[in-house]
C-alpha cells in the first residue's frame, strides 16, 4: 500500500490532497481525522470512500491528523498518520 506522507505544511487557506494507493478487490476507503483539541478517538470523514482526501482550506486547525483505513471482505489496513500543518 503506498500511504500519504507522515506530515505535510501548507499556507493557511491553501488546499491539498492526500492519496492512498492499494492492491485487491473490492476495496473501501475511510478516512479519518482528529483535530489537535479532541482527547477522542478519530472521526469519520463523511463521504469518503475514496482513495483521496481534499483537505485544508480556513477552517482546519493546524496539527490535525488524517488515516485511511483500507478495507475488503478479507480484511483491513490503516495507514499511519499524516500531520496536516497549517503557516
Do not use: K
Not at 500519504?4 to 478487490?25: D, E, F, N, Y
Not at 469519520?44 to 482550506?57: A, K, M
Not at 488524517?66 to 478479507?74: D, I, K, P, S
Amino acid at each position: 500500500m503506498r500511504q500519504p506522507p507522515s506530515s505535510v505544511t501548507i499556507s493557511r487557506g491553501q488546499i491539498i490532497t492526500l492519496s492512498v494507493t492499494a492492491t485487491g478487490s473490492l476495496l473501501h476507503y475511510q478516512w479519518f481525522e482528529q483535530f489537535p483539541t479532541d482527547s477522542a478517538p478519530h472521526s469519520v470523514v463523511n463521504g469518503t470512500d475514496t482513495t483521496t482526501l481534499t483537505v485544508g482550506g480556513n477552517d482546519t486547525p493546524s496539527g490535525t491528523i488524517y488515516t485511511c483505513r483500507v478495507f475488503n471482505g478479507c480484511g483491513s489496513v490503516t495507514t499511519s498518520p499524516t500531520v496536516l500543518n497549517i503557516q
